[in-house]
């Protein structure tokens, strides 16, 4: 936790808002995508969503292969409090949306579909896409499969398998990912990994998110390699959030964004 506060109080120092930045097309992406304040009818789905999660007082065995919880000390665990503590913010949730909603991707992958409070909001941001979302504890991915398709999220698949398999077997000429959602194992080895697994995928506009850069010292280690490769053009801290872009007509530069 003290990690994460100075962290913070780091970022806090170093970051801007709109009016520092000369890209236009981050300055773009910052006051039509993240700045944008108006409501859409698709937050009141999300909203549900979250709703009947934490009425779930069900307990699930949860199959954990990434660095751990800071908050579960037993993998037996309340659906209630895995969406209370485990899963993406309600604020968080419609910002992902909107992301989709402003980029279109046609095709996306999640790594790590938890309860899929996250997937609900790539599927809603465009249903015509199709969502392939990575989900490694069987019991997990059952709950998430059971509530997306109760709120009509049609255009999701889930795949239950360890994240690195899966990667390791894809075959990029076959299928190029346009968004991809890094929310599964905050480690720097894992990371990295899934990072060059997924490299040969891109696009010129491949959008990457990465959730929880600064979760640690190792998840920070792994975001300052991320910005240094020689593929990677754009980036955006936003603290929670890492985006990554790959832009070949752009001189390669970082932004640290408030949002």
């Known amino acids: 936790m003290l990690f994460q506060i100075k962290s913070y109080l780091k970022f806090l120092w170093n970051s801007k808002n709109e009016h520092a930045v000369h890209s236009p097309f981050v300055f773009h992406l910052i006051t039509k995508c993240f700045y944008d304040k108006k409501a859409k009818p698709e937050y009141a789905i999300?909203?549900?969503y979250r709703k009947?999660?934490?009425e779930n007082k069900n307990f699930i065995e949860v199959t954990d292969f990434g660095a751990g919880s800071k908050v579960f000390k037993s993998n037996t665990r309340q659906i209630a409090k895995i969406a209370q503590t485990a899963g993406i913010s309600a604020k968080r949730a419609e910002l992902l949306f909107r992301v989709v909603r402003y980029f279109q991707p046609n095709t996306i992958l999640e790594i790590g579909t938890s309860l899929g409070l996250a997937t609900s909001a790539l599927a809603l941001g465009n249903p015509k896409a199709k969502v392939i979302t990575l989900e490694g504890c069987p019991q997990t991915a059952h709950v998430a499969k059971k509530h997306l398709n109760e709120f009509n999220c049609d255009n999701v698949e889930n795949i239950i398998s360890e994240f690195q398999q899966y990667l390791s077997n894809l075959k990029p000429e076959t299928l190029n990912f346009e968004l991809i959602y890094f929310d599964g194992?905050?480690?720097k080895k894992a990371t990295l990994a899934y990072f060059e697994l997924l490299l040969p995928t891109i696009t010129n506009d491949s959008v990457w998110l990465f959730d929880d850069i600064h979760w640690s010292a190792e998840m920070e280690e792994a975001w300052a390699i991320i910005k240094n490769h020689p593929k990677v053009k754009v980036t955006i801290d936003t603290f929670q959030w890492g985006f990554?872009?790959?832009?070949?007509?752009?001189?390669?530069?970082?932004?640290?964004?408030r949002t």
């Open 185 to 187: 194992n905050h480690s």
């Open 52 to 54: 009947s999660l934490l």
């Open 46 to 48: 999300l909203k549900k």
């Open 244 to 257: 990554v872009f790959f832009r070949r007509e752009q001189e390669k530069e970082h932004f640290v964004i």
